[in-house]
């Protein structure tokens, strides 16, 4: 059994191996070496998939069969018909769906979705998204206008949740023949309208893995919880430093515990009073604890991207950050005890794990 940490980074990407203790790791990389990797993926069919963009050539999609050794280009190019107006600027992720094997969806800069039905062969836009009436309300965050994070409801095989910066959170229960905005109680602290209809800025969100209708958000304004898959959010960063930050992570086999990385603000994209403060709450949000050990508590002003935490689905649970500074540090006891496992990599913009 070989445990993968997957590693997208300003200057490549990596893959990581180590065995089940993940006391020792060695570094195969960097990938596409010299472009921007926002996110490297294993589709759980054995098949890792590399999204990147070269600044000479536009977007990049690679897939691997045999762990990372070797690449290749992905057989289906992600791009937009002739006449639709758009243009793939980047891809941000690629998400295999669980519920039908073969289905991918890809999430791109602007603000689009695409699907394929075999394995990335060929790639078709999701185009009810795109065209969604709200659009004109729609703008770039910091990092663009994309969709990042989606999340799938085993219970309901029909619907599709994502995560859209800076425009919110749309739900389908159709398979994405339409779409709903569903961020009822979300702060806009930043526009006219505090609670609008759309125009929040999700950071990050994941599903309660076994509890479907609970998924969880780090928002530009605050940490949210939904307790019915999204149709109303409660606010938990209460006992939380900042309302603000990006990444967030879920213990794949404990979904009540999650974690995240406040940050000062907008305006000031560091951890707060120079200390590198990883917050874990065990019960859903309900309260947060402040994690320490091994973590720098001085001179340390770090940021950590929306995409650069990730949890493993060990029995003793492996916690993974990365930062723009390119250390790397890890728990495998749930984030009890931390060290550095990687220093001196590119800019990280995203961690994944796989057990294989």
């Given at each position: 059994?070989?445990t993968?940490l997957?590693?997208g980074?300003?200057?490549?990407g ?5 065995d ?9 990389g960097?990938?596409?070496?010299g ?10 069919d054995g ?5 990147g963009?070269?600044s ?9 069969d ?8 992905a057989?289906g190019?992600?791009?937009?018909d002739e006449g639709?107006g ?5 891809i941000w ?7 039908k ?8 800069d602007?603000g689009a ?19 969604h ?13 994309m969709?990042?994070s ?14 859209v910066?800076?425009a ?6 159709d398979e994405?023949?339409?779409?709903a ?9 930043f526009?006219?309208d ?9 950071h990050?969100?994941?599903?309660h893995p076994?509890?479907?209708?609970v998924?969880?958000?780090?928002n ?12 109303s959010?409660?606010?938990i ?5 900042s309302?603000?930050g ?5 213990l794949p086999?404990?979904?009540d ?10 305006a000031?994209?560091m951890?707060?009073?120079?200390r ?5 709450s ?29 949890a ?12 723009q500074g ?15 496992i990687?220093n001196?990599?590119p800019?990280?913009y ?7």
């Amino acid at each position: 059994m070989k445990t993968l940490l997957l590693i997208g980074t300003r200057k490549g990407g990596f893959v990581a191996e180590s065995d089940g203790s993940r006391r020792t790791w060695t570094l195969n990389g960097p990938l596409l070496k010299g472009c921007e990797v926002n996110h490297v993926a294993h589709l759980g069919d054995g098949r890792l998939v590399l999204a990147g963009k070269s600044s000479w050539w536009g977007p990049a999609l690679q897939v691997s069969d045999d762990e990372g050794r070797t690449w290749t280009d992905a057989p289906g190019a992600i791009k937009f018909d002739e006449g639709r107006g758009h243009a793939v600027d980047r891809i941000w992720f690629v998400k295999a769906d669980p519920r039908k094997p073969g289905r991918l969806y890809a999430g791109v800069d602007p603000g689009a979705l695409f699907v394929s039905d075999d394995r990335g062969g060929a790639w078709r836009e999701v185009q009810a998204l795109t065209d969604h009436p709200t659009r004109a309300k729609w703008f770039p965050g910091g990092g663009g206008l994309m969709v990042h994070s989606m999340v799938f409801d085993p219970t309901r095989p029909s619907r599709l949740t994502v995560g859209v910066s800076a425009a919110g959170v749309f739900r389908s229960d159709d398979e994405g023949a339409s779409w709903a905005p569903s961020n009822k109680g979300i702060l806009a602290d930043f526009l006219p309208d505090k609670f609008p209809e759309v125009g929040q800025c999700v950071h990050h969100m994941e599903m309660h893995p076994q509890h479907p209708e609970v998924i969880y958000q780090q928002n530009h304004c605050g940490v949210y919880r939904s307790d019915n898959g999204g149709d109303s959010w409660t606010d938990i960063s209460d006992g939380l430093p900042s309302r603000f930050g990006f990444p967030f992570a879920v213990l794949p086999r404990r979904g009540d515990t999650i974690f995240v990385v406040p940050e000062e603000g907008s305006a000031a994209r560091m951890t707060p009073a120079g200390r590198f403060g990883i917050y874990r709450s065990n019960n859903r949000g309900r309260s947060w604890e402040l994690l320490t050990n091994g973590l720098p508590q001085s001179d340390a002003y770090l940021n950590v991207m929306r995409m650069a935490m990730t949890a493993d689905s060990h029995e003793s649970p492996g916690v993974y950050v990365g930062t723009q500074g390119g250390q790397i540090l890890a728990s495998v006891d749930g984030g009890d005890r931390w060290e550095t496992i990687f220093n001196w990599l590119p800019p990280i913009y995203s961690l994944e794990t796989a057990i294989v």
